[in-house]
C-alpha cells in the first residue's frame, strides 16, 4: 500500500499561483511515476501533469502548458506541482497519484494509488 497526502490548495486569486505538494509513504516512491489530475464539480476527473520516476520526463495537459511545472522530490518522497497564471477554468479539486510502471500516464486508469484530494480555487 502507499498512501498520498495532499496539501497546498486554497483560495486564489486569477492570475496568481500555487504550490501544491503531495507526500507518500508505505511504498518505494522513487520507482513509482507520479501524476496530477484534477475534477470540477459535474465533470470527469482529468490528467494535468505526470512525471516519471526519475524525474528526466514530465507531461502535460495542453491546457496547462507553460503554466504548470510538476517536480519530484525522492529524498523527500514528495511531488510536487506548481501552478502558475491560474485561471478561473483551473478551479478543481486536484488528486496526485502514483502509476507503479514508472513511466508516467495520463490515463487515471494506470494509477493505482490516490490521495484524498485538495481543493482549488481561483476567484475573479
Known amino acids: 500500500q502507499m498512501q498520498l497526502v495532499e496539501s497546498g490548495g486554497g483560495l486564489v486569486q486569477a492570475g496568481g499561483s500555487l504550490r501544491l505538494s503531495c507526500a507518500a509513504s508505505g511504498r518505494t516512491f522513487s520507482s513509482y511515476a507520479m501524476g496530477w489530475f484534477r475534477q470540477a464539480p459535474g465533470k470527469e476527473r482529468e490528467f494535468v501533469a505526470a512525471i516519471k520516476w526519475s524525474g528526466s520526463s514530465t507531461y502535460y495537459t495542453d491546457s496547462v502548458k507553460g503554466r504548470f511545472t510538476i517536480s519530484r522530490d525522492n529524498n523527500k518522497n514528495t511531488v510536487y506541482l506548481q501552478m502558475s497564471s491560474l485561471k478561473l477554468e483551473d478551479t478543481a479539486v486536484y488528486y496526485c497519484?502514483?502509476?507503479?510502471?514508472?513511466?508516467?500516464?495520463?490515463?487515471?486508469?494506470?494509477?493505482?494509488?490516490w490521495g484524498q484530494g485538495t481543493q482549488v480555487t481561483v476567484s475573479s
Open positions: 497519484a502514483a502509476d507503479r510502471y514508472g513511466l508516467g500516464s495520463a490515463s487515471r486508469y494506470q494509477y493505482e494509488y
